[in-house]
């Protein structure tokens, strides 16, 4: 039985990210949305350009921003790594890429177009890709892909903060050697 990706199950956590119960998403995402955890990918190319997507006009929060290469939340228990490289086989079709936590990033954002709410604890990750990656988005997560080196992000995300998930400065600050504000 395929369950819809708004029925699944999200753990539910306190400020400090002990996990204190679970909730589907469309439950976590709702006025005034539920603490919980989640996860956000940054994949660099050996250039130090950083994977780019455009998510899908049918995405419940925040239709149609650009982001990071993926997000995603792990099922109650599920281990953060191992979640996040499930998620980015599935958005863009990347498989063993290696994963590394280099932070955290706690954010509460309202989506004034679908009314969802994002508050989460979130997880950031960065991966490795080789030279030239053969992607292959999944066209109901991602509308478009492209790399951009952090520098030209910063200066967009400065530039046109609203074409951009709300999460995304916050995520990218983790990056080492970060150029942004």
Known sequence: MVVSREQELVELVDEEGRAIG?????????PPGRLHRAFSVLLIDPAGRLLMQQRAAVKTRFPLRRANACCGHPAPGEAVPAAAARRLAQEVG??????TEIGLYVYRALDPETGRVEHEYDHVLLGRAAPTPELHPDPAEVAAVRWMSPRELSEDLVAHPQSYAPWLAGVARSLPGWPGV
């Open 22 to 30: 679970a909730a589907t998403v469309e439950d976590a995402h709702r």
């Open 94 to 99: 990347l498989r063993d890429i290696a994963l």
